[in-house]
């Protein structure tokens, strides 16, 4: 068996080995090729001090469009694909994260990891690929070439609760379980799964982390730093600024509107009708029903980092700010829930509470939440969900067959790992 896999840092390498491991434990007299190549240094480094296949791809491949500039160059100027890919599309997601970025660059890097990565699937004939997440240049293309050459490719991510995403269609609003009806045949007499609690999680060395901080930032702005890494890895680490005071109790019906990472990919490509946070802010406040109180909470990791321009409309106009209170009682206390994507929209749902999703989320089933269709139905969505009551059957329907098919015991950074044993033998039976 011959396995291509592509990673980001080291937490998620030593995943990908427990996989090869678990792969090698169940068929011991098979030979097992297992070969990861990994967009942040840290993951590199821990795969190659364990004497494992490792391979910093956007070096390499960065390498390769500085040796070949002169031919790419002629390409661009050219032709829109290259072996039939349309490389340009391939840099959107980078463009949209920094428009510093020379697109150019950019697009050269496109280039020189087509010729790299075809040669991979050539050279090694792989029967798989493995991919975290669905977005980021070499990845994406990755990918589109596995899909060409028909080699079967398949998705994980950290889900919610102590779970792993597995699917072959992809993660977030590209997955799967958005095109599974409710009512189908496997939900009809479905096993039954709780939700599972959290696990003791691993820790990883700091060291790991603080090389990629240091080569971020020693390098980001120079020629010699690949051009598909840069300014990826920048959201959890922006100047905290001092929020402003507001007042947390009120008489009037709370709605609570949860913020989420800034510039990933579920604002970039799955974000149909908000490009920023005070975009939606300004949005939900201004559509709010009367007699109601907006309240928005932050994400744990970007508490007081989000634009300046989010907290001047705060200030402006009130809007309070509870990072303080258990994200249970939040929920269980607000009279609805808005959401653009975040997977704390999946917990309210499971907390059957009335959600509004503004954007795509792999939950965004109509059987258990109210969904935003055009940006001008705001206004009447937010008054339908006031007196919208969820059916908790359906939610228990959507529960279940959310865990039958994409979801996997076991998160990705847990210190003893199970997803592993999972996605290796599904491998082995799908052989």
């Not at 009120?250 to 509107?257: D, N």
């Not at 029903?289 to 970007?302: A, C, G, Q, S």
Request: charged share 25%; with cysteine; proline share 4%.
């Amino acid at each position: 068996m011959k396995v291509i896999s592509f990673s980001t840092f080291d937490k998620y390498s030593r995943f990908y080995l427990d996989i090869e491991k678990q792969l090698k434990a169940n068929r011991p007299s098979e030979t097992v090729n297992f070969k990861m190549y990994s967009i942040y240094f840290s993951g590199f480094l821990y795969a190659l001090l364990r004497l494992k296949h490792s391979n910093w791809i956007p070096v390499t491949s960065w390498f390769n469009a500085l040796k070949h500039r002169q031919k790419y160059l002629n390409l661009l100027s050219s032709t829109e694909t290259y072996k039939g890919l349309k490389f340009k599309d391939f840099c959107k997601f980078h463009v949209a994260l920094n428009k510093s970025t020379s697109q150019q660059d950019l697009q050269l890097q496109a280039l020189a990891y087509i010729d790299l990565i075809d040669n991979i699937f050539k050279t090694e004939q792989p029967d798989y690929l493995i991919c975290l997440g669905d977005s980021r240049m070499s990845i994406e293309i990755a990918i589109a070439l596995a899909q060409l050459k028909q080699i079967k490719v398949f998705y994980i991510e950290q889900g919610p609760f102590n779970t792993t995403f597995f699917d072959y269609k992809g993660v977030n609003a590209n997955i799967s379980f958005r095109e599974l009806a409710l009512n189908s045949e496997n939900t009809k007499t479905p096993k039954k799964t709780e939700v599972q609690q959290a696990s003791k999680k691993y820790r990883r060395s700091p060291i790991y982390r603080a090389l990629d901080m240091a080569l971020m930032y020693s390098l980001q702005k120079t020629k010699i730093y690949p051009p598909d890494v840069k300014y990826t890895d920048l959201n959890s680490y922006r100047a905290k600024r001092k929020n402003p005071d507001t007042t947390l109790h009120t008489e009037k019906p709370m709605v609570l509107l949860i913020l989420q990472v800034p510039l990933d990919v579920n604002m970039i490509y799955h974000s149909p009708h908000f490009k920023s946070h005070t975009e939606i802010v300004s949005s939900v406040y201004a559509a709010l029903p009367k007699n109601t109180d907006l309240v928005i909470r932050e994400h744990p990791l970007f508490v007081g980092k989000y634009e300046a321009s989010l907290y001047q409309l705060v200030k402006d106009h009130h809007i309070r700010i509870d990072n303080i209170s258990p994200l249970k009682s939040s929920i269980e206390s607000s009279k609805f829930v808005v959401v653009n994507n975040s997977t704390v929209g999946l917990e309210a749902i499971l907390y059957d509470k009335t959600v509004v999703v503004l954007g795509n989320a792999f939950y965004d089933n109509s059987e258990v939440c109210l969904k935003l269709k055009e940006k001008t139905a705001l206004v009447e969505l937010l008054e339908k969900a006031m007196n919208h009551k969820p059916d908790p059957l359906k939610i228990d329907t959507f529960k279940t067959a959310l865990y039958n098919s994409v979801l996997l015991q076991g998160g990705i950074t847990d210190q003893h790992l199970k997803s592993t044993k999972t996605i290796a033998q599904h491998l082995l039976n799908d052989k």
